[in-house]
């Protein structure tokens, strides 16, 4: 293998799944969100296409419209490489199906695309959506906001939180009581070394800046549960390790779980099941 070669295989989750090859487990990952999140549409009351840009993609759904208006919300941001259109926040909603059942709304955020966005522009977009979600949620009086983000879903929350902290109100800042980052990138460097930055078009120094492993970082006092999966890309759960052992040096409320025998993609799609661990924990820690 030649050095690209090897990134490229290292930095594709696909690649490492024990279920299935590497086309079989995107294409069931594709069915299983599409169907279930049609199955959550069709049983739980929501509010879907709200638009926060100007953008087609630029949207988010509310799932759990009838739940009171001090309930818990967790906001989602999906994962995709930030250019793969086959994962939307559309086809996220299946998430909220164990949410909903303990009394938690789900907000699912989309977002444009590369090549049409580059990555600072996505990351400068979903930040205004952010803060539309938290301004609904301060609205309500939700007693609780949560966000969380799988694979690049997880580096957009991660490389925004400071920021986003810092650019809405106190009370606001104090309601998001914790952050899950699941499965999810912190170094954007290798990225420019395989195919997947044919459409990112990052140079080495954007990949840096657009890295939270290498950002000054503030998250306050807000809870950040850093989760990998132990069938994931071992750059992937690297990542996670390295990103944990910075927050936690920087002093902030971190935790690292690694949960076993899941890969990149079914420990998303498990959030469907109230007996899987990660979604068990996700609720106890939202609803304590």
């Given amino acids: 293998m030649s050095c690209d070669q090897d990134f490229e295989k290292l930095y594709s989750p696909s690649q490492w799944s024990k279920r299935f090859n590497s086309k079989e487990v995107l294409e069931k990952h594709v069915q299983f969100i599409e169907h279930h999140s049609r199955l959550v549409r069709e049983k739980i009351p929501c509010h879907l296409g709200n638009s926060y840009g100007p953008g087609p993609k630029e949207k988010y759904d509310i799932y759990g419209t009838d739940l009171n208006n001090h309930a818990p919300i967790l906001i989602h941001v999906h994962g995709g490489y930030y250019q793969e259109e086959c994962i939307t926040h559309s086809n996220n909603g299946f998430i909220a199906s164990v949410l909903h059942e303990s009394g938690i709304k789900t907000i699912l955020l989309g977002y444009e695309l590369s090549p049409q966005r ?135 409320k971190c935790f690292l779980t690694i949960i076993p025998d899941a890969d990149h993609f079914d420990i998303i799609e498990n959030l469907y099941d109230r007996n899987f661990q990660l979604a068990d924990f996700m609720v106890k820690a939202i609803k304590k």
């Fill in 118 to 252: 580059t990555v600072s522009e996505i990351l400068e977009r979903l930040q205004i959506g952010l803060r539309e979600c938290i301004s609904y949620a301060t609205k309500l009086e939700s007693r609780a906001l949560y966000l969380s983000g799988h694979s690049v879903g997880a580096h957009a929350i991660a490389a925004l939180l400071t920021d986003l902290k810092k650019s809405i109100s106190s009370a606001e800042s104090d309601l998001i009581q914790g952050v899950f980052l699941i499965c999810g990138l912190y170094d954007m460097v290798p990225i420019t070394k395989m195919s997947a930055n044919d459409l990112l078009k990052l140079t080495a120094d954007t990949a840096r800046e657009l890295s939270p492993l290498y950002s000054e970082l503030d998250y306050g006092s807000t809870k950040i549960f850093i989760v990998g999966a132990e069938n994931d890309s071992p750059a992937f759960v690297s990542d996670s390790q390295k990103f944990y052992k910075k927050l936690h040096l920087m002093g902030a």
